[in-house]
């Protein structure tokens, strides 16, 4: 019996020194201290030996097992440690490693138009005004010489809102609200661009789009200044070979109106698909303001003149 308390021992500490894990630790503690443990069943057996050697083997049996409980203490700290060990190695971070990119936006195309129109603007003097998307009825047809009824409402089918108030189909009706507001100072000179709706979609037209306005009243003003204006603005955008051609038109609010053409950027002017053969792309409407709207926002045509343009931001941003 004996003998067998000291072989359990010897057991205990030669694979103690080979653990590897907190759980296989408790693994051992089990299979010698645990309920059905090996140093366990030999003390449950002591009732079968001689009553004079129990105390002898009792004692020997509890040095054992607080050596080995002793023992498997050391042993946890010294797994703990390497588990930490190990947690810490398979943390490691490889700095050499390439990093994430972080995803940096881009303007979108439109508002970098936007931008770069506004920017030729300002170094020709002009202003950078906001109007509502949401108009009046008068704002962006009566006030224009649009009365109800008048046939070039059609060619802006709407999204009314009720009867008197819309989604803007131009960016027009800031002329109407910027004379109203500065009359009768002079000069007027500015620039409007923003968003316009119309009640088309397909798969050249969509119902939401930008547009750039252009004001310019004073004393004075024609048709040259208009055609010079334009044409500096257009060759800063398209280049400074660009050549440009009116086209007499109709606008309600412009008298004389004219569509402005540029000489195809594809081509040079010498016909091709985009421009149909003919050379020319259309890009604006312009005219010299009609003096009945002039004289509607509180100006007096005999003395004061003006002209406005628009244009559409996407045709240029795709050209
Ligand atoms: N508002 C007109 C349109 O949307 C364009 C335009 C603006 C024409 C200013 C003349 C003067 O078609």
Redesign the pocket.
């Known amino acids: 019996m004996l003998d067998r308390i000291q072989q359990i021992k010897r057991k205990a500490l030669s694979e103690l020194g080979f653990l590897e894990s907190i759980e296989e630790l408790e693994g051992l503690r089990i299979r010698i201290l645990g309920k059905k443990g090996l140093l366990t069943e030999v003390l449950r057996s002591m009732g079968s030996i001689p009553a004079e050697k129990r105390p002898e083997m009792g004692k020997l049996a509890n040095e054992v097992r607080n050596f080995i409980e002793k023992e498997i203490e050391t042993q946890r700290a010294r797994l703990d440690q390497l588990e930490k060990e190990r947690q810490i190695a398979g943390e490691v971070i490889d700095v050499t490693l390439p990093g994430i990119k972080p995803l940096v936006g881009k303007r979108h195309p439109i508002t970098q138009i936007m931008d770069e129109i506004k920017d030729i603007f300002y170094s020709l003097g002009f202003s950078v005004i906001d109007g509502p998307e949401v108009e009046l009825d008068y704002y962006n047809f009566e006030a224009l010489n649009m009365p109800a009824d008048h046939p070039a409402r059609d060619?802006?089918d709407s999204f009314y809102i009720s009867e008197k108030v819309l989604l803007r189909?131009?960016?027009?009706p800031v002329?109407i609200r910027v004379m109203e507001e500065v009359v009768p100072d002079l000069p007027i000179r500015i620039i409007a661009p923003g968003k316009?709706f119309r009640r088309d979609d397909d798969a050249t037209h969509s119902p939401m789009f930008h547009?750039v306005?252009?004001l310019l009243v004073d004393k004075g003003v024609t048709f040259a200044d208009l055609k010079g204006t334009l044409l500096v603005f257009l060759r800063q955008i398209f280049g400074k070979d660009l050549r440009i051609r009116l086209r007499p038109s109709y606008?309600p609010?412009?008298e004389p109106?004219a569509e402005v053409d540029i000489s195809c950027i594809i081509c040079g002017g010498d016909g091709c698909r985009t421009c149909s053969q003919s050379g020319w792309l259309e890009i604006?409407?312009?005219?010299l303001v009609d003096p009945s709207v002039l004289e509607m926002a509180g100006y007096n045509p005999e003395e004061v003149s003006g002209y406005?343009?628009?244009m559409g931001v996407e045709r240029i941003a795709m050209l």
């Open positions: 060619m802006q189909t131009h960016t027009s002329q316009v547009q306005e252009g606008f609010f412009t109106s604006l409407g312009s005219g406005a343009f628009g």
